[in-house]
């Protein structure tokens, strides 16, 4: 006997949607999910066995840019500062063409895809330098795309408002015309507090999230979070703030993290850590116990802050490695935190995942009634996960298979043993 009236579109079969849990079948219909549950009796069109493989929501990127992704062969690395960074591809994007975006941008976001992202957040520089070259191309990659991720995109000012108001009239003409939120970086602009100002001036305006640039170097002293923290109470923005790097928290002495976390936690703002590029450029100036530079993520979760581990930049002079794979993010991240015991891994876990998908207000999880948005990987759950940095094997979204990797496998000869 059924255990459903109809006959589903799909049922994946023994996989685990708890670490080590038992092995249960995802039934699906209409891009649905409409059973979890052990042995699930039902007619279905596609059955797919799952090998105990764990089955999730998919990765949630919380924090990348793909319009400056893939540009190395354009940039000199000389001191791999942030400021030479920042300087480099001001020149550089002002040669970006359409074209030339939106193809390095889609060959990241395959990437991503195939490492199991069902949700991103890009940011997209638009100034004078870069015009709507790359906005545009954005556009048309998140639509070209969304057969396999949800693409956010954030209308970013990388170098400044108050010295380049140009900029402002750009970002919300942006937002008029499909940008789903905008972003800042105060530490760029010669009037930072005003810088912050001015972007909840335009997502008050336009009704949408915020999401800064903040406090990028060692100085414990000198902050930006108190401008953003004011904002945020003034225009009622609990919930809809996020701030990124903020690599100054790991010169502060735990009292003061605890401080921090306290006001972020009652604020509603949530923190991104990018782990690659926050290693890669912090710490110049020194020559010898080089500083590790990367918020510690895991201590504000732990005083309830909503956190995330992100991508950030791929191959260019903020971050000249890269392969959009997240669980190797968290998994840099876990190193670098020396972090180890079972608990700790699983907030990492969630840094990437469900944490994440809560910075960003979208729906994430395997529940009866939710999207189909499916994601297997080849571990017991979690934890494996993020030790081991374990493959991903495919990936449906609303029901639709999206990739598809496949399991990796020896092929002995044959008579071996
Ligand atoms: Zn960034």
Avoid at 97 to 125: N, P, W
Avoid at 276 to 285: E, I, K, M, P
Wanted: with cysteine; net charge negative; proline share 4%.
């Amino acid at each position: 006997m059924s255990d459903l009236q109809t006959t589903l579109d799909l049922v994946i079969r023994n996989v685990r949607v708890e670490e080590d849990g038992d092995f249960v079948d995802v039934g699906v219909l209409h891009g649905r999910i409409a059973a979890i549950k052990p042995s699930l009796r039902c007619e279905a069109i596609e059955t797919v066995e799952g090998y105990g493989a764990f089955a999730f929501g998919g990765f949630v990127d919380s924090h990348v840019h793909l319009d400056k992704a893939c540009i190395l062969d354009r940039c000199t690395i000389c001191e791999g500062t942030l400021a030479e960074a920042v300087l480099q591809v001001a020149v550089a994007k002002a040669n970006f063409q359409e074209y030339d975006v939106y193809s390095r941008a889609a060959h990241v976001l395959e990437k991503a895809i195939c490492h199991g992202t069902t949700h991103m957040r890009t940011f997209v520089e638009i100034d004078p330098r870069a015009g709507f070259r790359s906005f545009e191309a954005l556009k048309r990659v998140k639509s070209d795309y969304a057969f396999a991720v949800d693409l956010e995109i954030c209308a970013f000012a990388q170098e400044g408002l108050t010295n380049e108001p140009a900029t402002i009239e750009m970002l919300d003409a942006a937002l008029s015309n499909g940008a789903d939120l905008v972003g800042g970086c105060p530490y760029t602009d010669p009037y930072p507090t005003r810088h912050v100002e001015l972007i909840f001036d335009l997502a008050e305006k336009h009704d949408v999230a915020v999401d800064f640039h903040l406090d990028f170097d060692l100085v414990a002293d000198r902050s930006n979070l108190p401008a953003v923290l004011a904002q945020t109470l003034a225009r009622g923005w609990q919930g809809r703030v996020s701030i990124g790097h903020v690599t100054n928290i790991s010169a502060m002495e735990p009292a003061r993290v605890a401080t921090i976390a306290a006001e972020l936690a009652e604020t509603g703002i949530a923190l991104t850590v990018l782990p690659s590029t926050d290693l890669f450029l912090n710490g110049r100036q020194y020559d010898w116990l080089v500083p590790r530079g990367v918020a510690p993520a895991h201590i504000l979760a732990a005083h309830g802050v909503v956190t995330s581990i992100a991508t950030n930049n791929v191959l260019n002079p903020f971050t000249p490695y890269g392969d959009a794979s997240l669980i190797r993010m968290a998994n840099l991240y876990a190193n670098v935190a020396q972090l180890s015991r079972p608990h700790e891994l699983e907030a990492v876990f969630s840094m990437v995942t469900t944490s994440a998908a809560r910075q960003m207000g979208v729906d994430h999880g395997l529940k009866v009634g939710a999207d189909a948005t499916i994601v297997l990987l080849d571990c017991a759950g979690p934890r494996a996960a993020v030790r081991e940095i374990t493959p991903v094997i495919a990936g449906w979204k609303l029901g639709r298979k999206s990739f598809e990797n496949g399991r990796r496998r020896l092929l002995r000869p044959a008579g071996h043993t």
